[in-house]
């Protein structure tokens, strides 16, 4: 059964940092890439990173140089350690298969808000 449990958001002044988590069952976290994407108010969501299984990185213009992801494959976990936050990262924030067609199942994502 496919799960998807992200955690760590919350409520942060502009320029400080947060450590986002992401448990995935098997069948997702075995996937060629995961990624974090995120969905602010009225707009879509968006990939903002992605990391392969070899440990490739790819970001998004807006959060490359201040968002970092990573992978514990033991624990089937990935990471989105974020820096300098700006008002404009506030959004929930999805983990999920970052590789072939969009994803039909989301976990319940997890709200940054960055506001002074």
């Known amino acids: 059964q496919a799960q998807l449990v992200e955690s760590g958001g919350g409520l942060v002044q502009p320029g400080g940092s947060l450590r986002l988590s992401c448990t995935a069952s098997?069948?997702?976290?075995?996937?060629?890439?995961m990624g974090w994407y995120r969905q602010a108010p009225g707009k879509q969501r968006a990939l903002v990173a992605r990391?392969?299984?070899?440990?490739?990185?790819n970001y998004a213009e807006s959060v490359k140089g201040r968002f970092t992801i990573s992978r514990d494959n033991a624990k089937k976990t990935v990471y989105l350690q974020m820096n300098s936050l700006k008002p404009e990262d506030t959004a929930v924030y999805y983990c999920?298969?970052?590789?072939?067609?969009?994803?039909?199942?989301w976990g319940q994502g997890t709200q940054v808000t960055v506001s002074a």
């Open positions: 999920n298969s970052a590789y072939g067609p969009t994803p039909a199942y």
């Open positions: 990391i392969t299984v070899t440990g490739g990185t």
């Open positions: 098997g069948s997702i976290f075995n996937t060629y890439a």
